[in-house]
């Protein structure tokens, strides 16, 4: 693992502290030689959630040494068409190659709802993405200090999403509420655009917001759809993930068998069992946007838009 430090320069950047991490890269704040502040990301030498058991301390604060309550690190769920999905370690040229599709990813988005990519840099050979420094919180730091959660961010988050998905990418991948920040001005800025790697048989993603391993648009449908639910009932509706049958090859005997097990998985609770004050219609919303192929983020966006225009 590269062994960063505060007072390092990195380039023309000197580290100035820690931002936080997830299961493949570390990110810190920096600023240049013109006292600008960055923020640098790099990978680690090994990634996937299921390597977390390497940290030994929950830590009230963000340091590289742990990892804080704030923080719900991806995994790389490898998909076995007989046995189902397992958790996997990516090596350090596998996090590489993520680091610089991200790269191109953000170069393409110009800082419309993704983080502007300053330059790359390289520490040992490897790549180290040299963002903007963006003012604000996480969703998942205002839902802790209950803060208050406006649904227009919901709509502005929707509306980046398809931003996205209009540059040619099929989706961002890893929507969760750590991964959204909420500007000081209120804008919406999402962080890590998962992009797809070369394996089919692959998929980097955090499976408590995206269930069925989906590596298309509904992905981030479900992940919007999820969040909602967990903003208004303060809960995730599904106690297991992923979906048992998710990834898996269907023949037709185990056709009836999934379609039942599928029916049950999508059984939760509705937010207005667990939220009386919740609007009836959000019980409809989150429904379709988990069980409704043909309901996508222009039609998530426009539930919402109507609902606020009421």
Not at 47 to 59: D, P, Q, S, Y
Not at 117 to 132: F, H, I, S, T
Not at 187 to 203: I, N
Request: hydrophobic share 40%; net charge negative.
């Amino acid at each position: 693992m590269l062994q960063i430090l505060t007072g390092q320069t990195i380039g023309r950047f000197e580290i100035t502290g820690f931002l936080g991490r997830g299961a493949f890269a570390q990110v810190f704040e920096a600023v240049d030689d013109q006292g600008n502040r960055v923020a640098l990301k790099m990978g680690d030498d090994s990634g996937g959630g299921c390597t977390l058991r390497r940290f030994r301390e929950i830590t009230a604060e963000r340091r590289p040494s742990g990892i804080s309550p704030d923080e719900t690190p991806a995994e790389a769920m490898f998909l076995d068409p007989v046995d189902g999905a397992r958790a996997e370690v990516l090596d350090a040229s596998e996090v590489d190659d993520q680091l610089w599709r991200e790269a191109k990813l953000l170069e393409q988005a110009d800082g419309k709802g993704l983080p502007k990519l300053v330059g790359v840099e390289r520490v040992a050979g490897r790549p180290v993405l040299v963002m903007e420094a963006i003012e604000g919180s996480t969703l998942r730091q205002r839902i802790r200090s209950l803060e208050g959660v406006k649904l227009t961010w919901m709509v502005e988050l929707a509306y980046v999403l398809e931003r996205i998905q209009a540059l040619g990418w099929p989706c961002h991948g890893d929507v969760k509420p750590e991964n959204v920040i909420i500007g000081k001005d209120g804008k919406v800025t999402l962080l890590d655009p998962v992009p797809l790697l070369h394996r089919p048989d692959l998929v980097v993603t955090t499976p408590w917001y995206n269930p069925f391993l989906r590596r298309d648009a509904q992905a981030d449908v479900h992940a919007v759809a999820i969040m909602l639910y967990e903003l208004l009932t303060g809960a995730l509706p599904f106690e297991q993930v992923p979906f048992r049958y998710a990834g898996c090859a269907q023949s037709a005997a185990e056709a009836e068998e999934q379609d039942l097990l599928l029916s049950l998985y999508l059984s939760f609770p509705k937010p207005r069992e667990l939220n009386s004050r919740c609007p009836v219609e959000f019980d409809r919303v989150v429904y379709r946007a988990l069980a409704d192929e043909s309901y996508g983020l222009s039609e998530l966006r426009l539930d919402l838009e109507d609902f606020l225009l009421k």
